[in-house]
C-alpha cells in the first residue's frame, strides 16, 4: 500500500519522534517517520508494544500520504476523510 501512496522505491528519509516507555513486563514504543517516494514525501506513524521477554507487535501505522490522505497500513484499507483536511498526525 505504501508503494502504491508514494510510489516503487520510497525510502526512509527522517525520523521526527520517537517515545520510548518502559515498566516492568512491557514497553510500548510510538514514533513517527518521513517517507518520500517518486509519487512525493509521506509521514508514517507507528505504535507497538512487547512484554519483557517477547518480540515487539505493531499495534497501528498509519501512512499520510503527499495529499493528506491516510492509509492504516495494518488494515490495508484508506480511511475516511478527502485529504482536504490537515492530517492528524498525533501517534
Do not use: C
Request: aromatic content about 6%; hydrophobic content about 30%; proline content about 7%.
Amino acid at each position: 500500500m505504501a508503494q502504491q501512496v508514494l510510489g516503487y522505491g520510497a525510502v526512509v528519509t527522517g525520523v521526527e519522534g520517537n517515545v520510548f516507555s518502559w515498566m516492568p513486563g512491557g514497553a510500548s514504543d510510538s514514533y513517527e517517520v518521513t517517507l518520500e517516494g517518486p509519487k512525493g514525501e509521506g509521514r508514517l506513524a507507528v505504535t507497538s508494544h512487547h512484554s519483557t521477554f517477547g518480540s515487539p507487535k505493531l499495534d497501528s501505522a498509519i501512512l499520510t500520504g503527499p495529499d493528506g490522505r491516510r492509509y492504516d497500513l495494518l488494515k490495508h484499507q484508506q480511511l475516511p476523510g478527502d485529504g482536504t483536511a490537515r492530517p492528524d498526525t498525533s501517534i
